[in-house]
């Protein structure tokens, strides 16, 4: 149904930066929330960030208030998270997830209400 493709991860020294970008060529995003979780061994999987569907409400964690930026561009049916000042910490992959939500900024605590999930990208933050 619909299939969510993540890129931009990769290798990163301790305050670089990086993109992830999330989209599907197949149906629109119009009508979900979008969310970003990351998942380590050592952390679980923690909920980064969301943004509404209309694109005008947003949620981060604490551990990357400041420092991440969610965005998405309805005309190429994209959403992105800037990552700056990268920390080592921030290690992890990094899942592009959907959530049918319209008028409402879905919770970043219950990754499992969001009905897909691409299939994630690694993400490390490395001296």
């Known amino acids: 149904q619909l299939q969510l493709v993540e890129t931009g991860g990769g290798l990163v020294q301790p305050g670089g930066s990086l993109t992830l970008s999330c989209g599907t060529s197949?149906?629109?995003?119009?009508?979900?929330?979008i969310g970003w979780f990351r998942q380590s061994p050592g952390k679980g999987r923690e909920g980064v960030s969301v943004i509404s569907s209309s694109g005008t409400a947003t949620r981060y964690a604490d551990s990357v208030k400041g420092r991440f930026t969610i965005s998405r561009d309805h005309a190429k049916n994209t959403v992105q998270l800037q990552m700056n000042r990268l920390k080592p910490e921030d290690t992890g992959v990094y899942y592009c997830?959907?959530?049918?939500?319209?008028?409402?900024?879905?919770?970043?605590?219950?990754?499992?209400?969001?009905?897909?999930w691409g299939q994630g990208i690694q993400v490390t933050v490395s001296p």
């Open positions: 997830a959907a959530n049918f939500a319209v008028g409402i900024i879905p919770s970043l605590d219950i990754p499992y209400e969001y009905e897909y």
């Open positions: 197949r149906s629109t995003l119009d009508n979900y929330a």
